[in-house]
């Protein structure tokens, strides 16, 4: 399905997981929109994408287009954004409430260590009230 228009009516759902993903679509924000339309009230979502903790702002720029250059710039060739510490506010943009969970970072080191976990990753949860 194109997540840009989710063939399901509003207020379907009670939960939604979308992992790496976002940073693959056209428009990100409408894609988020649309989750959030199809969870019901008090539904919730995680939607996880690769996150650069040291920029600012999401880097997305129409006149990357080389799939080298994406690479280069967005961490892997089909991608069409690097998220920055912005995320959690784009995801705001798009309706819902967002907690940034530290839940990663405050594991045990053999724990991260064991599962292959991203250190600095947080984890986005979302909900639509």
């Known amino acids: 399905m194109d997540i840009h228009i989710i063939p399901f009516s509003t207020n379907t759902f009670d939960v939604a997981f979308c992992n790496h993903v976002m940073e693959h679509v056209d428009d990100d924000i409408k894609a988020m929109s649309e989750l959030h339309r199809v969870?019901?009230?008090?539904?919730?979502?995680?939607?996880?994408?690769?996150?650069?903790?040291?920029?600012?702002?999401?880097?997305?720029?129409?006149?990357?287009?080389?799939?080298?250059?994406?690479?280069?710039?967005?961490?892997?060739?089909?991608?069409?954004?690097?998220?920055?510490?912005?995320y959690g506010k784009r995801l705001r943009?798009?309706?819902f409430h967002v907690t940034e969970d530290r839940f990663v970072?405050?594991?045990d080191?053999?724990?991260i260590q064991r599962y292959a976990l991203p250190r600095e990753e947080l984890i986005y949860l979302c909900h639509k009230r």
């Open 39 to 86: 969870l019901k009230p008090g539904g919730w979502a995680i939607i996880q994408s690769p996150l650069d903790v040291r920029r600012e702002k999401t880097l997305q720029d129409p006149a990357i287009t080389s799939p080298a250059d994406r690479e280069k710039y967005y961490w892997q060739a089909d991608h069409q954004r690097l998220y920055g510490r912005d």
């Open 109 to 111: 080191e053999t724990l």
């Open 105 to 107: 970072m405050e594991l």
């Open 93 to 95: 943009q798009a309706g």
